[in-house]
Protein backbone atom coordinates (compact mmCIF):
# COMPACT_ATOMS: atom_id res chain seq x y z
CA UNK A 1 0.00 0.00 0.00
CA UNK A 2 1.26 3.42 -0.92
CA UNK A 3 1.89 6.22 1.64
CA UNK A 4 -0.42 8.64 2.02
CA UNK A 5 -0.59 12.16 3.37
CA UNK A 6 -3.96 13.76 4.45
CA UNK A 7 -3.47 17.64 5.75
CA UNK A 8 -6.02 18.24 8.86
CA UNK A 9 -8.22 21.62 8.47
CA UNK A 10 -7.86 21.85 11.95
CA UNK A 11 -4.50 24.07 11.13
CA UNK A 12 -6.03 25.82 8.96
CA UNK A 13 -7.63 29.00 8.17
CA UNK A 14 -11.47 28.35 9.12
CA UNK A 15 -12.52 31.43 7.15
CA UNK A 16 -10.75 30.19 3.61
CA UNK A 17 -11.36 27.00 4.17
CA UNK A 18 -11.77 26.25 0.12
CA UNK A 19 -8.43 27.95 -0.68
CA UNK A 20 -7.02 26.25 2.44
CA UNK A 21 -8.12 22.72 0.80
CA UNK A 22 -6.67 24.11 -2.77
CA UNK A 23 -3.08 24.99 -1.33
CA UNK A 24 -2.58 21.21 -0.49
CA UNK A 25 -2.97 19.83 -3.89
CA UNK A 26 -1.18 16.96 -4.10
CA UNK A 27 -2.49 15.81 -1.16
CA UNK A 28 -4.40 12.28 -0.78
CA UNK A 29 -7.09 13.63 1.33
CA UNK A 30 -8.09 16.18 3.48
CA UNK A 31 -8.67 15.53 7.55
CA UNK A 32 -11.84 17.18 8.55
CA UNK A 33 -11.76 16.90 12.32
CA UNK A 34 -15.20 16.83 13.85
CA UNK A 35 -15.20 18.18 17.76
CA UNK A 36 -18.25 18.81 19.71
CA UNK A 37 -17.29 19.86 23.48
CA UNK A 38 -18.51 16.77 24.59
CA UNK A 39 -16.02 13.74 23.50
CA UNK A 40 -12.98 16.28 23.42
CA UNK A 41 -13.12 19.76 24.81
CA UNK A 42 -13.24 21.62 21.87
CA UNK A 43 -15.74 22.53 19.23
CA UNK A 44 -15.04 22.88 15.56
CA UNK A 45 -17.07 22.17 13.12
CA UNK A 46 -20.54 19.87 11.97
CA UNK A 47 -22.44 18.61 8.63
CA UNK A 48 -23.24 22.06 6.99
CA UNK A 49 -19.40 22.87 6.90
CA UNK A 50 -18.22 19.26 5.62
CA UNK A 51 -21.31 19.76 2.87
CA UNK A 52 -19.70 22.78 1.33
CA UNK A 53 -16.61 21.88 1.77
CA UNK A 54 -17.15 18.39 -0.12
CA UNK A 55 -18.82 21.18 -3.21
CA UNK A 56 -15.57 22.95 -2.85
CA UNK A 57 -12.61 20.67 -3.72
CA UNK A 58 -11.98 17.26 -5.20
CA UNK A 59 -9.79 16.04 -2.68
CA UNK A 60 -11.63 13.09 -1.22
CA UNK A 61 -12.69 13.69 2.71
CA UNK A 62 -11.80 12.18 5.82
CA UNK A 63 -13.88 12.49 9.02
CA UNK A 64 -12.71 12.29 11.72
CA UNK A 65 -15.47 12.43 14.12
CA UNK A 66 -14.46 12.93 18.23
CA UNK A 67 -18.00 13.07 18.96
CA UNK A 68 -20.32 11.63 21.25
CA UNK A 69 -22.82 9.40 19.65
CA UNK A 70 -21.27 8.69 16.82
CA UNK A 71 -24.26 5.89 16.10
CA UNK A 72 -26.27 8.70 15.58
CA UNK A 73 -24.12 11.27 13.88
CA UNK A 74 -21.69 9.53 11.26
CA UNK A 75 -24.32 8.27 8.84
CA UNK A 76 -25.10 11.81 8.28
CA UNK A 77 -21.56 12.88 7.21
CA UNK A 78 -21.80 10.01 4.20
CA UNK A 79 -24.34 12.09 3.29
CA UNK A 80 -22.35 15.41 3.44
CA UNK A 81 -20.57 14.00 0.55
CA UNK A 82 -17.01 12.62 3.03
CA UNK A 83 -15.91 9.40 1.67
CA UNK A 84 -14.00 8.12 4.95
CA UNK A 85 -15.51 8.64 8.48
CA UNK A 86 -13.81 8.01 11.38
CA UNK A 87 -15.83 6.84 14.76
CA UNK A 88 -14.04 6.86 17.87
CA UNK A 89 -14.75 3.34 19.50
CA UNK A 90 -15.27 4.97 23.00
CA UNK A 91 -18.11 6.42 21.88
CA UNK A 92 -19.38 4.12 20.20
CA UNK A 93 -22.48 1.74 21.33
CA UNK A 94 -22.38 -0.76 18.24
CA UNK A 95 -19.01 0.02 16.38
CA UNK A 96 -19.70 -3.39 14.15
CA UNK A 97 -23.58 -2.17 13.11
CA UNK A 98 -21.63 1.45 12.63
CA UNK A 99 -19.05 0.56 10.35
CA UNK A 100 -21.67 -1.54 8.21
CA UNK A 101 -23.80 1.30 7.90
CA UNK A 102 -21.26 3.55 7.12
CA UNK A 103 -19.74 1.02 4.14
CA UNK A 104 -23.17 0.65 3.08
CA UNK A 105 -24.21 4.52 2.97
CA UNK A 106 -20.74 4.53 0.22
CA UNK A 107 -18.00 5.27 2.36
CA UNK A 108 -14.88 3.97 3.69
CA UNK A 109 -15.54 2.99 7.76
CA UNK A 110 -12.58 3.93 10.27
CA UNK A 111 -12.43 3.34 13.69
CA UNK A 112 -9.99 5.39 16.32
CA UNK A 113 -8.43 4.69 19.57
CA UNK A 114 -7.03 6.97 21.89
CA UNK A 115 -4.04 6.90 23.44
CA UNK A 116 -5.29 4.67 26.69
CA UNK A 117 -7.12 2.45 24.43
CA UNK A 118 -5.27 -1.01 23.58
CA UNK A 119 -6.28 -2.45 20.20
CA UNK A 120 -6.07 -5.94 21.46
CA UNK A 121 -9.51 -6.03 22.24
CA UNK A 122 -10.76 -5.42 18.61
CA UNK A 123 -8.73 -8.01 16.66
CA UNK A 124 -12.04 -9.65 15.57
CA UNK A 125 -13.10 -6.13 14.66
CA UNK A 126 -10.80 -5.69 12.04
CA UNK A 127 -11.93 -7.20 8.85
CA UNK A 128 -15.19 -4.91 9.44
CA UNK A 129 -13.08 -2.12 8.75
CA UNK A 130 -11.12 0.09 5.91
CA UNK A 131 -9.59 1.78 7.95
CA UNK A 132 -7.82 2.06 11.84
CA UNK A 133 -6.73 5.46 13.27
CA UNK A 134 -4.13 5.75 16.18
CA UNK A 135 -4.04 8.68 17.64
CA UNK A 136 -0.49 9.89 18.93
CA UNK A 137 -2.27 12.74 20.98
CA UNK A 138 -4.65 13.14 23.11
CA UNK A 139 -7.82 14.03 20.56
CA UNK A 140 -8.66 17.44 20.81
CA UNK A 141 -6.36 20.09 19.81
CA UNK A 142 -3.91 20.25 16.96
CA UNK A 143 -0.01 21.45 17.76
CA UNK A 144 0.51 19.17 20.36
CA UNK A 145 3.72 16.80 20.97
CA UNK A 146 3.69 12.97 19.07
CA UNK A 147 3.41 10.73 21.73
CA UNK A 148 6.73 7.87 21.52
CA UNK A 149 4.99 5.48 23.97
CA UNK A 150 2.47 4.96 21.00
CA UNK A 151 4.85 3.59 19.02
CA UNK A 152 4.46 -0.44 20.24
CA UNK A 153 0.39 0.04 19.53
CA UNK A 154 1.22 0.74 15.61
CA UNK A 155 3.72 -1.86 15.69
CA UNK A 156 1.43 -4.62 17.07
CA UNK A 157 -1.26 -3.45 14.81
CA UNK A 158 0.58 -3.71 11.74
CA UNK A 159 1.48 -7.59 13.01
CA UNK A 160 -2.53 -7.78 13.37
CA UNK A 161 -2.85 -6.71 9.98
CA UNK A 162 -0.39 -9.00 8.42
CA UNK A 163 -1.30 -11.71 10.55
CA UNK A 164 -5.08 -11.54 9.27
CA UNK A 165 -4.10 -10.89 5.45
CA UNK A 166 -6.09 -7.29 5.69
CA UNK A 167 -6.39 -4.66 3.16
CA UNK A 168 -6.59 -2.22 6.35
CA UNK A 169 -5.10 1.30 6.19
CA UNK A 170 -3.36 2.12 9.38
CA UNK A 171 -3.48 6.24 9.98
CA UNK A 172 -1.54 8.13 12.45
CA UNK A 173 -2.64 11.05 13.90
CA UNK A 174 -1.47 14.13 16.09
CA UNK A 175 2.08 15.83 16.13
CA UNK A 176 3.15 14.07 13.19
CA UNK A 177 6.05 15.70 11.34
CA UNK A 178 9.19 15.94 9.69
CA UNK A 179 11.27 15.02 12.98
CA UNK A 180 8.23 11.89 13.72
CA UNK A 181 6.73 10.41 10.19
CA UNK A 182 9.66 8.51 9.78
CA UNK A 183 9.30 6.70 12.74
CA UNK A 184 5.55 6.21 12.88
CA UNK A 185 6.29 4.45 8.98
CA UNK A 186 8.87 2.43 10.56
CA UNK A 187 6.77 1.07 12.84
CA UNK A 188 3.75 0.39 10.53
CA UNK A 189 1.53 3.64 9.15
CA UNK A 190 0.92 3.90 5.96
CA UNK A 191 -1.71 6.81 6.61
CA UNK A 192 -0.23 10.14 7.80
CA UNK A 193 -2.65 13.23 9.45
CA UNK A 194 -0.42 16.38 9.81
CA UNK A 195 -2.14 19.49 10.62
CA UNK A 196 0.42 22.11 11.92
CA UNK A 197 3.57 20.34 9.94
CA UNK A 198 1.43 21.70 6.60
CA UNK A 199 -1.00 24.49 7.34
CA UNK A 200 2.12 26.14 9.95
CA UNK A 201 4.57 25.65 6.77
CA UNK A 202 5.44 28.46 4.70
CA UNK A 203 3.92 26.12 1.42
CA UNK A 204 2.02 23.44 2.69
CA UNK A 205 1.77 21.65 -0.97
CA UNK A 206 5.69 21.59 -0.73
CA UNK A 207 5.60 20.33 2.86
CA UNK A 208 2.75 17.54 1.77
CA UNK A 209 5.59 16.28 -0.94
CA UNK A 210 8.58 16.44 2.09
CA UNK A 211 6.34 14.44 4.40
CA UNK A 212 5.70 11.81 1.58
CA UNK A 213 9.37 11.14 0.48
CA UNK A 214 10.12 10.65 4.15
CA UNK A 215 7.78 8.59 4.63
CA UNK A 216 7.89 6.25 1.20
CA UNK A 217 12.12 6.15 2.11
CA UNK A 218 11.35 4.86 6.36
CA UNK A 219 8.42 2.30 4.53
CA UNK A 220 10.83 1.26 1.99
CA UNK A 221 13.91 0.46 5.16
CA UNK A 222 11.00 -0.71 7.16
CA UNK A 223 10.77 -4.54 8.18
CA UNK A 224 6.85 -4.89 8.10
CA UNK A 225 6.99 -3.80 4.52
CA UNK A 226 9.95 -5.85 2.97
CA UNK A 227 8.57 -8.86 4.63
CA UNK A 228 5.86 -8.99 1.45
C1 LIG B 1 -6.29 16.31 17.10
C2 LIG B 1 -6.77 16.11 15.69
C3 LIG B 1 -5.70 16.16 14.68
C4 LIG B 1 -4.97 17.48 14.60
C5 LIG B 1 -3.54 17.15 14.36
O1 LIG B 1 -7.28 15.93 18.00
O2 LIG B 1 -7.44 14.87 15.55
O3 LIG B 1 -6.16 15.77 13.40
O4 LIG B 1 -5.39 18.32 13.58
O5 LIG B 1 -2.79 18.31 14.39
P1 LIG B 1 -1.20 18.26 14.45
O6 LIG B 1 -0.73 17.56 13.22
O7 LIG B 1 -0.82 19.68 14.54
O8 LIG B 1 -0.85 17.46 15.71
ZN1 LIG C 1 -7.86 14.17 13.49
Redesign the pocket.
Known amino acids: MAVQINP????ADFARLAEEAKAVQGADWL?V?V?DNHF?P?LTLGVPVVESLARATDTPLDC?L?IEDPDRWAPQYVEAGASSVTFHVEAAAAPVRLAREIRAKGARASMALKPATPIEPFEDLLPELDMLLI??????????A?LDIMLPKIRRTRELIGKHGLQLWLQV?????ASTIERCADAGADVF??????Y?AQDPAEAVRALRAQAEAATAKASWACDH
Request: proline share 3%; no cysteine; charged share 10%.
Open positions: SILSHDMVNHMMTVEPGFGGQFDGGVSVAGSAVG
